[in-house]
């Protein structure tokens, strides 16, 4: 059973840093593609960053590009969003996805894991 767990939400302030990390229990991080997506109340789960299998290639939504940065560390298992120059409009869940597939798939329909998610709340 593969199940990704976030953890590192918290409430900041604008302008303000949080690191997100996620475990992939099963499998390891270099089986899977793997994304970051984000869920504002009432709005849709939207696509945020993901990198390849490899770690070769990397995609970012346009909101957060020059801002936020996924890396993955195959030894610990686990990916990481680092969150940089955070705006109140970045609050939302925050869901760490895998998929079998390989490449920079950014529509979630295309992830086969979903961890449970992790808060992120950006005050002005």
């Known amino acids: 059973q593969v199940q990704p767990v976030e953890s590192g939400g918290g409430l900041v302030q604008a302008g303000g840093s949080l690191k997100l990390s996620c475990v992939v229990s099963?499998?390891?991080?270099?089986?899977?593609?793997l994304g970051w997506f984000r869920q504002a109340p009432g709005k849709e789960r939207d696509f945020v960053a993901c990198?390849?299998?490899?770690?070769?290639?990397?995609v970012y939504a346009d909101s957060v590009k020059g801002r936020f940065t996924i890396s993955r560390d195959n030894v610990k298992n686990t990916v990481y969003l680092q969150m940089d120059n955070l705006k109140p409009e970045d609050t939302a869940i925050y869901y760490c996805?895998?998929?079998?597939?390989?490449?920079?798939?950014?529509?979630?329909?295309?992830?086969?894991?979903w961890g449970q998610g992790t808060q992120v709340t950006v005050s002005s």
């Open positions: 996805a895998g998929a079998i597939t390989d490449g920079t798939p950014t529509r979630r329909t295309w992830y086969n894991y």
């Open positions: 099963s499998g390891g991080t270099f089986t899977y593609t």
């Open positions: 990198m390849s299998r490899s770690g070769g290639n990397t």
